[in-house]
């Protein structure tokens, strides 16, 4: 089968454990012919930086275009429509039997439909990932997608087979803004790649004995772009309260520069704070694997689902879409003082997290395997 991923509103980045890769990763190891058409844009240390149009094949056997938006009135427009004219002609030449379009914020959405309607065989998914936490709520930004994206997806609607929500959030958003009745949706959680226990202690042990941890040091992880909506300074300050020895904290990610000075003092007056920086997906998985918890007690991330099937227990904030994927393998947070009672409960008994390790990687394997998730697309 040919399986093509339209990505022109992400920023597909090999070696990350985003959904744009790890989806076409599945599929190619399903034995279908894969293409990913993206922008021209990609992930570099954690800041999106602008790459030259592309074709070529991955390593593993994908083949990535990047395509520049059509010049507009402004650079402006052309980010906000996206279009490009030659999406239609990449996907004449290559024929696809599935198309899963990625967002719904383009125009090209509009040409694919008419694809659709002239190759009626050929199954068109579309998929939002889109919440209120993240829409822009300037109001002239919130009026294109109320008009223009709503007009656009109205038109395609009926060459639809399905529209995918990935999360909760992102199914309320498709409802209120995009008017979608619930029949038309389907839930397409976010995944990972889930490994064995054995993998994951032979990925722990090989990690921690790097970092120069004993088994008996409790490890917490937190990662991502570290601005404000992430509440890193939360969690170093609830961390710092909490004085016993054997807790540790490693910090992957990006500071950005208006969190720097903030960020840096707190660091770097904990010896048992570790900042790696930024990490691709094979060495942020190693992390996950070493860490005793993985917390993220502010804005959402996907790193969370990758974490769970990595065996982590979780601290995470009560965002809706996130109540599915607490199952006896972690706690709820909203405030810093949630934090620190959390991470004082777990240095005071931490045989507990066995158990949620346990908890996290049955639930990535009810609800978190992309094994299933990307069969839906057969």
Not at 28 to 43: A, L, N, Q, R, S
Not at 276 to 284: F, P
Request: glycine share 6%.
């Amino acid at each position: 089968m040919k399986i093509l991923h339209v990505c022109l509103a992400s920023p597909y980045t090999e070696g990350l454990l985003y959904q744009d890769n790890m989806l076409a990763n599945q599929n190619i190891k399903d034995g279908h012919d894969v293409m990913v058409i993206t922008k021209c844009e990609h992930f570099e240390n954690g800041e999106l930086v602008p790459i030259s149009p592309e074709d070529r094949i991955l390593s593993n056997g994908i083949r990535l275009v990047r395509l520049a938006y059509d010049p507009m009135l402004g650079r402006r427009s052309s980010v906000i429509l996206k279009k490009s004219k030659k999406l239609v002609i990449l996907v004449s030449e290559f024929a696809p039997d599935t198309i899963l379009f990625h967002g719904l914020v383009s125009w090209e959405l509009l040409n694919i439909a008419k694809y659709k309607r002239k190759h009626p065989n050929v199954k068109l998914f579309v998929d939002s990932h889109l919440r209120f936490d993240i829409a822009d709520n300037r109001w002239h930004v919130m009026g294109i997608y109320f008009g223009l994206y709503r007009k656009i997806l109205r038109r395609a609607l009926p060459f639809i087979d399905k529209i995918f929500y990935t999360t909760e959030d992102a199914k309320i958003f498709l409802e209120d803004v995009y008017r979608i009745d619930e029949d038309r949706m389907e839930f397409f959680p976010l995944g990972g790649e889930i490994i064995t226990s054995q993998e994951r202690l032979a990925l722990r042990e090989k990690k921690r004995a790097e970092m120069n941890l004993t088994e008996s040091d409790i490890l917490l992880c937190h990662t991502g772009k570290l601005d404000k909506l992430k509440r890193t300074e939360d969690v170093l300050s609830a961390f710092a309260n909490v004085p016993d020895q054997r807790m540790k904290l490693v910090i992957l990610g990006w500071i950005p520069p208006e969190m720097k000075q903030t960020l840096e003092s707190l660091i770097y007056a904990d010896s048992r704070v570790i900042f790696c920086g930024w990490k691709d997906g094979e060495e942020l998985k190693k992390y996950l694997c070493a860490c005793d918890m993985y917390v993220q007690p502010g804005a959402q991330s996907a790193t969370m689902e990758n974490a769970i099937c990595s065996g982590a227990p979780i601290m995470l904030y009560p965002h809706v879409s996130y109540i599915a994927h607490m199952w006896g393998n972690g706690f709820f947070v909203k405030s810093q003082a949630d934090i620190e009672k959390v991470i004082r409960q777990i240095s005071e008994f931490p045989g507990m997290l066995e158990m949620m390790s346990k908890n996290s990687f049955q639930l990535a394997k009810n609800l978190l395997d992309y094994r299933i998730i990307a069969s839906k697309l057969y």
